[in-house]
């Protein structure tokens, strides 16, 4: 028995050493790429989340607003309408699950940092989980996040007018760099 516990917890170490290397490589890559490093820059996405939205959507341009990004990740509610009387149900999780799920942890991480900030989009955040719950507002924050996510992929120049990490406010120009302090 001891044996093969010493042989599983050797596995389960090269495992573990494999997994950060690509983490390594994940991160080198998104420090690299001049579009993961305008992601980074918006609160609650990491190297992770901006390397898996480029490779998943590639052109943003495919979409027409960053609410057909959102309809596409499966981050907006359902609808069941009639009569003139809309009603709005749970978020559709149609979409690339992966993503969709990469954005709500992103979110939720933003969430609890929230609580500590004054600035608009912190107030807002903080004025959606007590009305509506911390999931809710977790779900709400990733529909927002995916929103500026394509605005800063598909638009020339690049401006955020969201608050983020580097700044409260980001204009980018072609070939300008992002100041990632944080």
Known sequence: MRELLVEMSERQRLLEDRL???????????????????????EGVGPLTATALIAAVGNARQFRSGRELSTWLGLVPRQHSSGGRS???????????YLRTLLIHGARAALRFAARKRDPRSRWIGAVRERRGANIAAVALANKN??????????KPYVCRTPTRASSAIRVSRGARLNMRH
Do not use: C, N, P
Not at 20 to 40: C, N, P, S, V, W
């Open 20 to 42: 950060k290397r690509y983490d390594q490589r994940i991160t080198e890559f998104a420090r690299a790429d001049e579009r993961a490093g305008r992601l980074m820059a918006v």
């Open 87 to 97: 009603v709005l149900l749970g978020i559709s999780k149609r979409g690339d699950r």
């Open 146 to 155: 995916a929103r500026v996510l394509w605005a800063l992929l598909a638009r």
